[in-house]
């Protein structure tokens, strides 16, 4: 009877640690998934400003200095995580 019950907690103890290991790597993947959402959007926007056509040189100083406060806001966001 106890080798049974070994057994069983042999089997118990090897699901647990392979639900541990599954919730990880669930966890590694959203993450690497969101990076990589983040960049891709951070390219398609100096894409839209690069390939832009501007009818002036003040609505080019205009849009970049727009673009450039977002990036500015961004940017101190992501320092102020990185801080915490």
């Known amino acids: 009877m106890l080798v049974g019950d ?7 103890a090897e699901q647990d640690e392979e639900e541990v290991r ?7 993947a959203a ?3 969101a990076a990589t959402r983040r ?3 951070e ?7 690069n390939n832009a056509k501007f009818d ?3 609505q080019e100083v205009e849009a970049k200095s727009k673009k450039l406060k977002k990036l500015w806001t961004k940017y101190q966001s992501a ?3 990185i801080e915490v």
């Open 56 to 58: 002036s040189v003040n």
């Open 31 to 33: 993450k690497a998934e």
């Open 22 to 28: 599954i919730e990880r790597e669930r966890r590694e």
């Open 39 to 41: 960049r891709l959007e």
């Open 79 to 81: 320092k102020s995580e």
């Open 6 to 12: 070994d057994n069983v907690l042999e089997q118990l």
């Open 43 to 49: 390219l398609e926007e100096v894409d839209e400003i």
